[in-house]
C-alpha cells in the first residue's frame, strides 16, 4: 500500500440471498459475504450447529464463518446478491459481522418460525439499515424478543 492511499474501495460487504429448498416461494436464506482487500468471507446462521464442512471455516453454535463458498446458493436455485455497502458503511459493517461470535444473542438456539434463524442474524446486523423482504421470514424475532435495537 502507498502511503497516503486511500484503502476505502477494498471494503466491501454483500448481502446475498437464495431460495430456501421446498419454501422458495415463501422464504429466502440471506447472509453476508465480506470482501477486505480481496480476502472474502461467508457470514450466516444455520439450522445446523457447529457445521463444519472439510475443516474449512469456523463455528458459533448455529453461527457460521465460511461453511459455504461466499455466493454459493443453498440448494434450490442461484444466490443473488441483494445490496453491498462500501466505504465507512462497509467498515462499521465488517466490525459489526466479526464481533457476532461474541455479541450476537441467539448462537446457541435456531428455529425455523417465528426465529431466530438466518434472517434473524442478518436483520440484527443491520439494525435498520436494510430491511429483508417479505421472504425474509424471521426478520421480526428482534422486536418479538424485545431486543429491537442491540
Request: proline residues 5%; contains cysteine.
Amino acid at each position: 500500500m502507498v502511503m497516503g492511499e486511500d484503502n476505502s474501495d477494498r471494503h466491501e460487504v454483500s448481502l446475498w440471498a437464495s431460495k430456501i429448498p421446498m419454501l422458495g416461494k415463501i422464504a429466502d436464506h440471506h447472509w453476508f459475504v465480506i470482501d477486505d482487500c480481496g480476502q472474502q468471507s461467508r457470514w450466516e446462521v444455520w439450522q445446523t450447529a457447529n457445521a463444519i464442512c472439510n475443516d474449512v471455516g469456523e463455528s458459533w453454535d448455529h453461527l457460521h464463518k465460511d461453511l459455504l463458498p461466499p455466493t454459493q446458493g443453498v440448494g434450490n436455485g442461484v444466490a443473488y446478491q441483494l445490496k453491498s455497502w462500501t466505504g465507512s458503511e462497509a467498515h462499521y459493517l465488517i466490525e459489526r459481522i466479526r464481533q457476532t461470535p461474541e455479541q450476537y444473542p441467539w448462537c446457541s438456539k435456531y428455529r425455523y418460525w417465528p426465529g431466530p434463524n438466518s434472517n434473524t442474524y442478518v436483520q440484527w446486523v443491520l439494525l435498520g439499515q436494510y430491511n429483508l423482504g417479505r421472504k425474509g421470514l424471521g426478520k421480526h424475532y428482534c422486536r418479538l424478543a424485545g431486543r429491537a435495537h442491540v
